[in-house]
């Protein structure tokens, strides 16, 4: 984004517009919310500007997806024209790129911030918590990251954040298979299908909504722990196909 163009974009509506009057309501981020259809634009900065036009952008990329949301109907919702949303992003695929970098920065440190110590159940129920967590209080976060998007992104996508996740519950696999005389050689592997276990059951229960949270995540570690528990050194198909 070139700050300079876009504070002087935003500051042309400003001109132009005026403030309309009202103290506006604000985003989460801080910045007014949107300047509304039909009423006077809602002075601002560029850098609270920016803040709105992400916040918004969030909210209808969760809501109507990557293809089917719209330059137009962003700069709308925010009181501005379209020139500006191009002058701070460089279009839609800019605005998509930074809302999904915000969010798998989001998510990634919720996890890994959850992750204090203890016993290593414990430990799996923090990453449990800490996912459970983010799609209950971003909802429209984790919808825009589990949504598939034509868009090639510089940071990559839900299943590398899923990736980098997993590398942190990797150490404490490491460590638990060890103890227990396992090849701790297999700890990344397990480590990404317990965290695309939680990965996937979260994305049910975004729709679903029940059980509660707790009851959600103290179902998923039991699974976890109790198939842990009872892991075969050497694991052997039982069918007809071994190959």
């Known amino acids: 984004m070139n700050g300079s163009n876009a504070d002087t974009a935003d500051g042309q509506q400003h001109a132009q517009g005026g403030d309309g009057g009202a103290p506006a309501a604000r985003t989460r981020s801080g910045a007014p919310a949107r300047g509304g259809r039909g009423g006077g634009r809602v002075r601002m900065t560029g850098k609270q500007r920016r803040e709105q036009l992400l916040e918004i952008g969030r909210s209808v990329f969760a809501e109507r997806g990557y293809d089917g949301t719209s330059v137009e109907e962003i700069a709308e919702r925010a009181g501005v024209s379209k020139p500006v949303v191009y002058e701070h992003f460089g279009g839609k695929e800019g605005l ?40 209950d209080t971003s909802t429209d976060g984790f919808k825009i990251l589990v949504r598939d998007s034509p868009v090639a992104q510089s940071t990559g996508t839900f299943a590398s954040l899923i990736s980098d996740i997993a590398t942190q519950v990797e150490d404490i696999l490491g460590l638990e298979f060890k103890s227990r005389g396992f090849d701790a050689r297999l700890a990344p592997m397990y480590s990404q299908m317990l965290v695309g276990m939680v990965a996937l059951t979260g994305q049910w229960w975004l729709e679903v909504r029940k059980p509660q949270k707790a009851e959600v995540a103290a179902h998923l570690v039991n699974l976890a722990w109790h198939g842990l528990e009872g892991l075969e050194r050497h694991p052997r198909l039982v069918g007809e196909r071994q190959a």
């Not at 930074?98 to 990634?108: I, Y």
């Not at 959850?114 to 799609?135: N, P, V």
């Open 96 to 135: 998509y790129a930074v809302v999904v970098d915000r969010e798998m920065q989001l998510l990634l440190d919720m996890v890994t911030g959850a992750l204090t110590g203890g016993h290593s159940r414990e430990l799996l129920e923090q990453a449990a918590f800490a996912l459970m967590d983010y799609i």
